[in-house]
């Protein structure tokens, strides 16, 4: 950040008088800029046994497979973002959604929000942001061409959790990894 | 939004290529700026069947109490910036936190998450938001004079919980109010 978004004027970086930490701050109008971290919401798909897997049309991870999940906007819910990225990458619609899993990714500023649910009626089609929506059973996940390390977490637990079928909300964190560096886990 | 905060030249706004909502864009060096709803992190500490409530320094709400909470930070995991806003607004530690209760306020972009624990040790005190920090029994408790929704929601939900002494996490959503227009919920 170079320049005040409210007046034009070049920013600083300082610790504002009441608080802790530096922001940018403009000496010209006096606005703060606050940086905080980004909700990633998205929905974990299944069919009986099986899950629906996105195959990225885009970076970061192109070609990876990945559950619909995406940045929550302003106005919606968590909820509401989950089923909005799950319509727009595998043109599925969701029922009966619970929050499932929770993870925190503070390397990146994000914490990302996964809802289980059911399909709604068989449709489902790769969105402009897919190459291809395919439902998996556990036999089938292609375990190593995951696009992100919360995607293999998910799955994994989910697994676990079907011969239970119990799903508790869990949280975990997920910390910065070596090979992911450029890379958006 | 006025100015590019890249670049400095006015922004306009519109719906980026790609995109299927208006952003602020800058036409001169293509800085697009998204905004996105941002977390409160809180903790609901408790002390056997008592509450620690904080009466709070700072506008919105002054004189009113809340549970210790507030916004989450770069760098950091939910739960770090629930037990450090509790540390800060009432000098208390906690232990054995888990994840209690998630809230979305889509009409403010907020989604609330407060932690349940106990308090660690006797100690605690006023931070610098707070006028003062005190214990709260199920019967002590102000209910109307507390600062926002998702406080009395929460302090509800525990007592209830307490009974069966089964705390599943749980997610709701809060909607715009018209008496708490201009208030921060």
């Known amino acids: ?25 403009c000496e010209q109008c006096h606005y703060i800029h606050y940086q905080n971290p980004r909700i990633v919401a998205g929905c974990l798909v299944t069919q009986e046994r099986y ?12 070609n990876f497979w990945t559950l619909p999940a995406g940045y ?12 909005r990225e799950t319509w727009e990458e595998a043109r599925a619609r969701v029922q009966a959604q619970h929050l499932y ?7 990146i500023n ?5 809802f289980r649910g059911q399909l709604a009626g068989q449709e489902f089609a790769a969105g402009d942001e897919s190459l291809e929506v395919r439902l998996f059973s556990e036999a089938e996940i292609p375990w190593d061409q995951l696009a992100f390390p919360t995607i293999g977490k998910t799955l994994k637990q989910y697994f676990i ?20 560096r450029g890379v958006t886990p």
């Open 101 to 107: 899993m929770l993870f925190n990714l503070p390397h």
């Open 161 to 180: 959790d079907y011969q239970s079928n119990d799903f508790p909300v869990r949280m975990s964190d997920i910390n910065w990894q070596p090979r992911l």
């Open 110 to 114: 994000q914490v990302y929000m996964f």
């Open 72 to 83: 929550m906007e302003n106005g919606e819910t968590t909820e509401q973002a989950a089923l």
């Open 51 to 62: 899950i629906l897997l996105c195959r990225r049309a885009i970076e970061p991870r192109r």
């Open 1 to 25: 950040m170079n320049f005040c978004p409210q007046c034009g004027q070049p920013v600083i970086e300082r610790i504002p008088q009441g608080d802790n930490r530096p922001r940018y701050v």
